[in-house]
Protein backbone atom coordinates (compact mmCIF):
# COMPACT_ATOMS: atom_id res chain seq x y z
CA UNK A 1 0.00 0.00 0.00
CA UNK A 2 1.36 3.08 -1.20
CA UNK A 3 2.28 5.97 2.11
CA UNK A 4 0.41 8.65 -0.33
CA UNK A 5 -2.58 8.23 -2.38
CA UNK A 6 -2.64 10.86 -4.83
CA UNK A 7 -6.07 11.40 -7.80
CA UNK A 8 -7.02 11.60 -10.00
CA UNK A 9 -3.94 9.90 -11.54
CA UNK A 10 -4.58 12.13 -14.64
CA UNK A 11 -6.46 14.97 -15.51
CA UNK A 12 -7.02 16.90 -18.75
CA UNK A 13 -8.86 20.11 -19.31
CA UNK A 14 -9.45 22.95 -21.38
CA UNK A 15 -7.92 26.29 -20.67
CA UNK A 16 -9.90 28.44 -17.79
CA UNK A 17 -11.94 25.55 -16.30
CA UNK A 18 -11.07 25.22 -12.44
CA UNK A 19 -9.74 21.59 -10.74
CA UNK A 20 -8.79 19.52 -7.40
CA UNK A 21 -6.19 17.17 -7.26
CA UNK A 22 -5.89 15.16 -3.85
CA UNK A 23 -3.35 13.22 -1.76
CA UNK A 24 -4.69 10.95 0.89
CA UNK A 25 -3.43 9.06 3.86
CA UNK A 26 -4.00 6.88 6.83
CA UNK A 27 -1.03 8.32 8.40
CA UNK A 28 -0.65 12.08 10.63
CA UNK A 29 2.02 13.69 9.22
CA UNK A 30 3.86 16.99 10.59
CA UNK A 31 4.35 18.55 7.45
CA UNK A 32 3.18 17.89 3.80
CA UNK A 33 4.76 19.43 0.23
CA UNK A 34 3.70 19.91 -2.92
CA UNK A 35 5.85 19.70 -5.77
CA UNK A 36 5.51 20.53 -9.63
CA UNK A 37 7.55 18.65 -12.30
CA UNK A 38 7.74 19.81 -16.32
CA UNK A 39 8.83 17.49 -18.79
CA UNK A 40 12.90 16.94 -18.22
CA UNK A 41 13.27 18.43 -14.95
CA UNK A 42 13.22 17.94 -11.72
CA UNK A 43 10.24 18.80 -9.42
CA UNK A 44 10.08 22.22 -8.16
CA UNK A 45 8.65 22.84 -4.42
CA UNK A 46 5.47 24.86 -4.20
CA UNK A 47 4.16 24.82 -0.97
CA UNK A 48 4.72 23.05 2.18
CA UNK A 49 1.71 22.63 4.65
CA UNK A 50 2.20 21.97 8.14
CA UNK A 51 -1.08 23.42 10.75
CA UNK A 52 -3.77 21.28 10.59
CA UNK A 53 -6.65 23.00 8.22
CA UNK A 54 -4.24 25.45 6.96
CA UNK A 55 -4.69 26.66 3.64
CA UNK A 56 -2.15 28.17 1.63
CA UNK A 57 -2.64 30.85 -1.44
CA UNK A 58 0.09 30.72 -4.05
CA UNK A 59 -1.73 32.82 -7.06
CA UNK A 60 -4.32 30.57 -8.54
CA UNK A 61 -3.37 27.39 -6.62
CA UNK A 62 -4.95 27.03 -3.40
CA UNK A 63 -3.15 24.38 -1.18
CA UNK A 64 -5.44 22.58 2.11
CA UNK A 65 -4.04 20.27 4.24
CA UNK A 66 -6.67 18.61 6.33
CA UNK A 67 -7.77 19.04 9.99
CA UNK A 68 -6.40 15.90 10.99
CA UNK A 69 -2.90 16.37 9.05
CA UNK A 70 -3.37 12.89 6.81
CA UNK A 71 -4.77 14.74 3.36
CA UNK A 72 -4.51 17.88 1.32
CA UNK A 73 -5.58 19.23 -1.46
CA UNK A 74 -4.69 21.60 -4.78
CA UNK A 75 -7.33 23.57 -6.07
CA UNK A 76 -6.39 25.45 -9.26
CA UNK A 77 -8.72 28.20 -10.55
CA UNK A 78 -8.48 29.03 -13.98
CA UNK A 79 -5.59 26.36 -15.20
CA UNK A 80 -3.61 27.58 -17.81
CA UNK A 81 -1.57 25.62 -20.35
CA UNK A 82 1.53 26.76 -18.18
CA UNK A 83 0.07 24.67 -15.45
CA UNK A 84 0.56 21.46 -17.72
CA UNK A 85 2.86 19.28 -15.19
CA UNK A 86 3.65 16.21 -12.99
CA UNK A 87 1.78 17.56 -9.44
CA UNK A 88 3.57 15.38 -6.70
CA UNK A 89 2.91 15.37 -2.59
CA UNK A 90 4.98 14.74 -0.29
CA UNK A 91 6.51 14.00 3.22
CA UNK A 92 9.24 13.46 5.44
CA UNK A 93 8.71 9.60 6.72
CA UNK A 94 10.95 7.85 8.29
CA UNK A 95 13.54 10.25 7.58
CA UNK A 96 13.42 10.53 4.16
CA UNK A 97 11.36 11.91 1.59
CA UNK A 98 8.50 10.11 0.31
CA UNK A 99 6.11 10.94 -2.76
CA UNK A 100 2.62 10.27 -3.90
CA UNK A 101 2.26 8.62 -7.15
CA UNK A 102 1.84 12.27 -8.70
CA UNK A 103 -1.14 13.74 -10.97
CA UNK A 104 -0.22 14.30 -14.58
CA UNK A 105 -2.32 17.63 -15.50
CA UNK A 106 -3.15 18.84 -19.02
CA UNK A 107 -4.02 21.75 -19.63
CA UNK A 108 -5.00 22.38 -23.66
CA UNK A 109 -5.52 26.06 -24.84
CA UNK B 1 22.65 29.78 -10.35
CA UNK B 2 21.73 26.23 -10.49
CA UNK B 3 22.49 24.75 -6.59
CA UNK B 4 22.21 21.16 -7.24
CA UNK B 5 24.02 20.13 -10.72
CA UNK B 6 23.81 16.52 -12.65
CA UNK B 7 25.89 15.56 -15.12
CA UNK B 8 25.51 14.25 -17.85
CA UNK B 9 21.86 15.66 -18.66
CA UNK B 10 21.87 12.78 -21.22
CA UNK B 11 23.64 9.69 -21.20
CA UNK B 12 23.16 6.46 -23.25
CA UNK B 13 24.81 3.52 -22.43
CA UNK B 14 25.25 -0.33 -23.65
CA UNK B 15 23.83 -3.01 -22.23
CA UNK B 16 25.54 -3.98 -19.54
CA UNK B 17 28.22 -1.65 -19.47
CA UNK B 18 29.06 0.21 -16.39
CA UNK B 19 27.77 4.02 -15.79
CA UNK B 20 28.20 6.85 -13.73
CA UNK B 21 26.09 9.32 -12.70
CA UNK B 22 27.36 12.72 -10.55
CA UNK B 23 25.68 15.09 -9.03
CA UNK B 24 26.83 18.11 -7.20
CA UNK B 25 25.44 20.58 -4.75
CA UNK B 26 26.36 24.30 -3.04
CA UNK B 27 23.86 24.36 -0.39
CA UNK B 28 26.15 22.65 1.74
CA UNK B 29 23.00 20.36 2.67
CA UNK B 30 23.23 17.08 5.04
CA UNK B 31 20.61 14.83 2.94
CA UNK B 32 21.74 13.90 -0.38
CA UNK B 33 18.87 11.44 -2.04
CA UNK B 34 19.14 9.54 -5.50
CA UNK B 35 15.94 8.71 -7.15
CA UNK B 36 14.76 6.69 -10.07
CA UNK B 37 12.19 8.09 -12.67
CA UNK B 38 10.23 6.23 -14.90
CA UNK B 39 7.92 7.94 -17.68
CA UNK B 40 5.01 9.54 -15.95
CA UNK B 41 5.50 8.20 -12.94
CA UNK B 42 6.68 9.67 -9.23
CA UNK B 43 10.50 9.61 -8.00
CA UNK B 44 11.31 6.53 -6.79
CA UNK B 45 13.73 6.40 -4.01
CA UNK B 46 16.76 4.28 -4.70
CA UNK B 47 19.08 5.26 -1.51
CA UNK B 48 19.96 8.68 0.59
CA UNK B 49 22.80 9.88 2.80
CA UNK B 50 22.75 12.06 6.00
CA UNK B 51 26.02 13.14 6.39
CA UNK B 52 28.12 9.98 5.74
CA UNK B 53 25.59 7.55 6.90
CA UNK B 54 24.01 5.39 3.74
CA UNK B 55 20.55 4.29 3.24
CA UNK B 56 19.72 1.76 0.82
CA UNK B 57 16.04 1.34 0.12
CA UNK B 58 15.03 -2.53 0.52
CA UNK B 59 14.09 -2.68 -2.69
CA UNK B 60 17.52 -0.75 -4.51
CA UNK B 61 18.76 -3.75 -6.66
CA UNK B 62 22.54 -4.69 -5.77
CA UNK B 63 23.70 -3.34 -9.59
CA UNK B 64 23.04 0.12 -7.89
CA UNK B 65 25.57 1.66 -5.66
CA UNK B 66 26.37 5.10 -4.24
CA UNK B 67 28.82 6.71 -3.74
CA UNK B 68 29.68 10.35 -1.05
CA UNK B 69 32.85 10.93 -1.38
CA UNK B 70 32.20 14.95 0.75
CA UNK B 71 29.23 16.90 1.12
CA UNK B 72 29.07 18.30 -2.17
CA UNK B 73 29.49 14.95 -4.35
CA UNK B 74 26.99 12.06 -4.67
CA UNK B 75 27.72 9.45 -7.36
CA UNK B 76 25.26 7.15 -8.65
CA UNK B 77 27.10 3.82 -10.32
CA UNK B 78 24.89 1.30 -11.87
CA UNK B 79 27.33 -1.54 -12.83
CA UNK B 80 25.62 -4.06 -15.06
CA UNK B 81 22.83 -1.77 -16.47
CA UNK B 82 19.64 -3.40 -18.10
CA UNK B 83 17.07 -2.33 -20.41
CA UNK B 84 14.66 -2.03 -17.45
CA UNK B 85 17.05 0.95 -15.77
CA UNK B 86 16.59 3.50 -18.50
CA UNK B 87 14.88 5.95 -16.87
CA UNK B 88 15.77 9.32 -15.41
CA UNK B 89 18.11 9.80 -12.32
CA UNK B 90 17.32 12.59 -10.05
CA UNK B 91 19.33 13.77 -7.74
CA UNK B 92 17.71 16.16 -4.75
CA UNK B 93 19.35 17.61 -1.42
CA UNK B 94 17.88 18.74 1.72
CA UNK B 95 19.28 20.91 4.94
CA UNK B 96 18.10 17.97 7.31
CA UNK B 97 15.14 19.75 9.25
CA UNK B 98 11.61 18.18 8.86
CA UNK B 99 9.89 19.77 6.34
CA UNK B 100 12.36 21.98 4.92
CA UNK B 101 12.66 21.80 1.09
CA UNK B 102 13.93 19.56 -1.30
CA UNK B 103 16.48 21.43 -3.93
CA UNK B 104 16.96 18.91 -7.24
CA UNK B 105 18.90 18.86 -10.03
CA UNK B 106 17.65 18.52 -13.54
CA UNK B 107 18.03 14.74 -13.95
CA UNK B 108 20.20 12.35 -15.91
CA UNK B 109 18.09 11.13 -18.92
CA UNK B 110 19.72 7.25 -18.79
CA UNK B 111 18.88 5.19 -22.07
CA UNK B 112 20.35 1.89 -21.95
CA UNK B 113 20.48 0.04 -25.76
Known amino acids: TQLLEQSPQFLSIQEGENLTVYCNSS?????LQWYRQEPGEGPVLLVT?????EVKKLKRLTFQFGDARKDSSLHITAAQPGDTGLYLC?????????FGAGTILRVKS | DAMVIQNPRYQVTQFGKPVTLSCSQT?????MYWYQQKSSQAPKLLFH???????NEADTPDNFQSRRPNTSFCFLDIRSPGLGDTAMYLC????????????FGQGTRLTVV
Open chain 1, 90 to 98: AVEYGNKLV
Open chain 1, 27 to 31: SVFSS
Open chain 1, 49 to 53: VVTGG
Open chain 2, 27 to 31: LNHNV
Open chain 2, 49 to 55: YYDKDFN
Open chain 2, 92 to 103: ATVRGIMGTEAF
